[in-house]
């Protein structure tokens, strides 16, 4: 007993090897998916042997693939098979937390994430976003799988972007998932997240930055501004790792292959597509560029070469923000899903470098920075239309929680149970960017015209909470009913109007996990939860379930009952209001 015991005291004592993988995974469970699923697991088994981490962290994207409604009976067989394949390793403790629910459009992020915890690591814990504090649960073969509807699991904190980050985009399910470690006492974010795709070739050529790239950096901003203002569960260095759909500055891509050429537009009446041809001055396509379509007569060597690199441009203004390691591997997307071209491009896109690896500045604190490496998974197999892309690197013992600044330091109840606190004091917030600013102030531009055009209120202007005063009941604007004094008393205490719309529309709505159902670990919090004001998050908290989302309220003139009315009839009052 004595030497297992010095074997866990010299484990907790020596760095930690940490591999970190992101793989969109949406192609494997769509046409044959026994055919892919079996040549990706085998892969990606044979990289974990190769590499012997101990601890293993695996974020999906597009969990179920585009055709979810029919897919899913398929992520169960994929966890199903890589959780036997895991077994016969020495992992112990496994977390999974998949995103299943497509039923449930305001949540649903199709993310899934996924960790596994050797045995040799001595301390291990998981943070609860509830209770804002560490979970208790030991490391002793702790197997957890969440799936299907997961909103109501305290230990990861999960949100879809606001829909005005997507304005082309009837319906997203992009987001992140974020889950918090303690690993031999270093404390870690680890957070999966989905960003925007390019929805047309031709209007990412128009300019850089693209439209898209623009509504990218914006729902990146959004995501790191929120955990650096986190003052109930603090803020930890963190790794931001997923399917960033990062895509190449297009317009500047043409230009470097077009230059001696002549471009010809080609405009389909039928279906109102439109093609741009450039050719030589033989007359042949050299580079085809469509809607959906970017095709150039060297197609898989000439994206494969060095040149390339220099157009990968989406990141370099948040270097101060975000860092990465150096990129030596070709761009992860996108491949062709036969299995028999494991190597080639489609000629959908411009091949860029999607899935990447991000993290905190604050994260050099915690790791050996001369032992690392950012490579790519199965780049001779075919793994989907994307390629997974992994980082292996040490983890300090016992760093405690490194603070990236003092902006988050209330920290009401985010050290319990935990006494491992950063000793450093940030005199200066690297928060203060002019582009960060002014991406925020953009942001909270837009949600304000997409607050006047879905809602027939005008809030007032003003602090936050003066805004949820207005969302909860106590708003002293008014709407005359009638010239009955009491009808006017009685409106100076309620909302003449109060629309409860999909929340995760707003910018300024809890996105939070759901804490109806929950008791708070004090009565500090059990008073934070009482309020308008979510105590996590900061943001309007809306506790009604999910059925009374799309009803409104209305009080009656004489008796000032709520009467509910189906959303079916909003259109006919915003007719009476107008």
Same mark, same amino acid.
């Given at each position: 007993?004595?030497?297992?015991?010095?074997?866990?005291?010299?484990?907790?004592?020596?760095?930690?090897?940490?591999?970190?993988?992101?793989?969109?995974?949406?192609?494997?469970?769509?046409?044959?998916?026994?055919?892919?699923?079996?040549?990706?697991?085998?892969?990606?088994?044979?990289?974990?042997?190769?590499?012997?981490?101990?601890?293993?962290?695996?974020?999906?994207?597009?969990?179920?693939?585009?055709?979810?409604?029919?897919?899913?009976? $398929?992520?169960?067989?994929?966890?199903?098979?890589?959780?036997?394949?895991?077994?016969?390793?020495?992992?112990?403790?496994?977390?999974?937390?998949?995103?299943?629910?497509?039923?449930?459009?305001?949540?649903?992020?199709?993310?899934?994430?996924?960790?596994?915890?050797?045995?040799?690591?001595?301390?291990?814990?998981?943070?609860?976003?509830?209770?804002?504090?560490?979970?208790?649960?030991?490391?002793?073969?702790?197997?957890?799988?969440?799936?299907?509807?997961?909103?109501?699991?305290?230990?990861?904190?999960?949100?879809?972007?606001?829909?005005?980050?997507?304005?082309?985009?009837?319906?997203?399910?992009?987001?992140?998932?974020?889950?918090?470690?303690?690993?031999?006492?270093?404390?870690?974010?680890?957070?999966?997240?989905?960003?925007?795709?390019?929805?047309?070739?031709?209007?990412?050529?128009?300019?850089?930055?693209?439209?898209?790239?623009?509504?990218?950096?914006?729902?990146?901003?959004?995501?790191?501004?929120?955990?650096?203002?986190?003052?109930?569960?603090?803020?930890?260095?963190?790794?931001?790792?997923?399917?960033?759909?990062?895509?190449?500055?297009?317009?500047?891509?043409?230009?470097?292959?077009?230059?001696?050429?002549?471009?010809?537009?080609?405009?389909?009446?039928?279906?109102?597509?439109?093609?741009?041809?450039?050719?030589?001055?033989?007359?042949?396509?050299?580079?085809?560029?469509?809607?959906?379509?970017?095709?150039?007569?060297?197609?898989?060597?000439?994206?494969?070469?060095?040149?390339?690199?220099?157009?990968?441009?989406?990141?370099?203004?948040?270097?101060?923000?975000?860092?990465?390691?150096?990129?030596?591997?070709?761009?992860?997307?996108?491949?062709?899903?036969?299995?028999?071209?494991?190597?080639?491009?489609?000629?959908?896109?411009?091949?860029?470098?999607?899935?990447?690896?991000?993290?905190?500045?604050?994260?050099?604190?915690?790791?050996?920075?001369?032992?690392?490496?950012?490579?790519?998974?199965?780049?001779?197999?075919?793994?989907?239309?994307?390629?997974?892309?992994?980082?292996?690197?040490?983890?300090?013992?016992?760093?405690?929680?490194?603070?990236?600044?003092?902006?988050?330091?209330?920290?009401?109840?985010?050290?319990?149970?935990?006494?491992?606190?950063?000793?450093?004091?940030?005199?200066?917030?690297?928060?203060?960017?002019?582009?960060?600013?002014?991406?925020?102030?953009?942001?909270?531009?837009?949600?304000?015209?997409?607050?006047?055009?879905?809602?027939?209120?005008?809030?007032?202007?003003?602090?936050?909470?003066?805004?949820?005063?207005?969302?909860?009941?106590?708003?002293?604007?008014?709407?005359?009913?009638?010239?009955?004094?009491?009808?006017?008393?009685?409106?100076? $205490?309620?909302?003449?109007?109060?629309?409860?719309?999909?929340?995760?529309?707003?910018?300024?709505?809890?996105?939070?996990?759901?804490?109806? $159902?929950?008791?708070?670990?004090?009565?500090?919090?059990?008073?934070?939860?009482?309020?308008?004001?979510?105590?996590?998050?900061?943001?309007?908290?809306?506790?009604?379930?999910?059925?009374?989302?799309?009803?409104?309220?209305?009080?009656?003139?004489?008796?000032?009952?709520?009467?509910?009315?189906?959303?079916?009839?909003?259109?006919?009052?915003?007719?009476?209001?107008?």
């Amino acid at each position: 007993m004595s030497d297992k015991m010095e074997t866990k005291r010299a484990n907790s004592d020596s760095d930690t090897k940490i591999l970190l993988v992101t793989a969109n995974v949406g192609s494997l469970f769509e046409d044959h998916p026994q055919r892919l699923l079996t040549i990706w697991l085998e892969e990606f088994i044979g990289n974990v042997t190769k590499i012997s981490p101990r601890f293993l962290a695996l974020h999906l994207q597009e969990v179920g693939g585009k055709t979810y409604e029919n897919s899913m009976g $398929n992520v169960q067989e994929f966890i199903r098979r890589l959780c036997e394949e895991m077994a016969k390793t020495e992992f112990i403790f496994v977390r999974i937390y998949m995103d299943e629910d497509f039923k449930s459009a305001e949540h649903f992020t199709a993310l899934g994430n996924i960790y596994f915890g050797h045995k040799d690591i001595s301390t291990l814990r998981i943070w609860n976003f509830l209770y804002h504090c560490w979970d208790d649960n030991k490391l002793d073969n702790d197997t957890h799988i969440f799936c299907g509807n997961i909103e109501t699991v305290p230990t990861k904190e999960k949100a879809k972007f606001p829909q005005h980050f997507f304005p082309e985009c009837k319906w997203s399910r992009k987001g992140f998932m974020r889950t918090r470690w303690e690993i031999n006492g270093t404390a870690i974010d680890l957070v999966n997240i989905h960003l925007f795709h390019d929805a047309s070739n031709l209007a990412a050529c128009e300019d850089f930055p693209s439209v898209y790239c623009k509504t990218r950096r914006r729902a990146l901003i959004h995501t790191i501004e929120r955990f650096h203002l986190d003052d109930k569960n603090g803020s930890v260095p963190f790794f931001l790792f997923g399917d960033f759909n990062f895509r190449c500055d297009t317009a500047g891509v043409v230009k470097e292959l077009t230059a001696n050429l002549t471009a010809h537009r080609l405009q389909s009446v039928k279906n109102e597509s439109t093609k741009i041809n450039y050719r030589n001055s033989d007359g042949n396509n050299i580079l085809t560029v469509g809607k959906k379509e970017f095709s150039h007569a060297d197609h898989q060597l000439k994206f494969k070469e060095l040149w390339l690199k220099e157009f990968d441009k989406e990141l370099a203004p948040l270097t101060e923000l975000l860092v990465e390691y150096p990129i030596n591997f070709i761009p992860s997307y996108p491949f062709e899903e036969d299995p028999e071209m494991p190597t080639d491009y489609m000629s959908t896109r411009c091949p860029s470098w999607c899935d990447r690896i991000l993290m905190s500045p604050q994260v050099k604190d915690i790791i050996e920075s001369d032992e690392w490496k950012y490579d790519m998974i199965g780049e001779s197999v075919c793994m989907g239309d994307h390629k997974p892309i992994y980082l292996t690197l040490r983890l300090k013992p016992n760093k405690g929680t490194y603070r990236s600044c003092d902006c988050s330091c209330t920290h009401t109840n985010a050290n319990n149970n935990n006494n491992l606190t950063s000793p450093i004091k940030f005199k200066t917030c690297p928060y203060i960017s002019k582009l960060y600013n002014q991406i925020i102030t953009d942001g909270k531009s837009l949600s304000q015209e997409r607050k006047s055009k879905d809602c027939p209120l005008e809030f007032p202007e003003g602090h936050l909470a003066d805004y949820a005063n207005s969302a909860s009941g106590h708003d002293t604007t008014n709407i005359e009913t009638g010239d009955d004094e009491t009808s006017k008393k009685a409106a100076s $205490n309620h909302p003449s109007i109060s629309i409860n719309l999909i929340d995760s529309d707003n910018i300024y709505v809890c996105m939070c996990t759901q804490m109806c $159902n929950y008791d708070p670990c004090n009565a500090e919090l059990e008073a934070q939860t009482n309020s308008a004001i979510c105590p996590m998050c900061r943001n309007i908290m809306k506790k009604q379930p999910a059925e009374h989302r799309y009803s409104i309220l209305i009080p009656t003139p004489k008796t000032h009952k709520w009467t509910r009315i189906h959303q079916k009839a909003m259109s006919l009052i915003h007719h009476i209001l107008s």
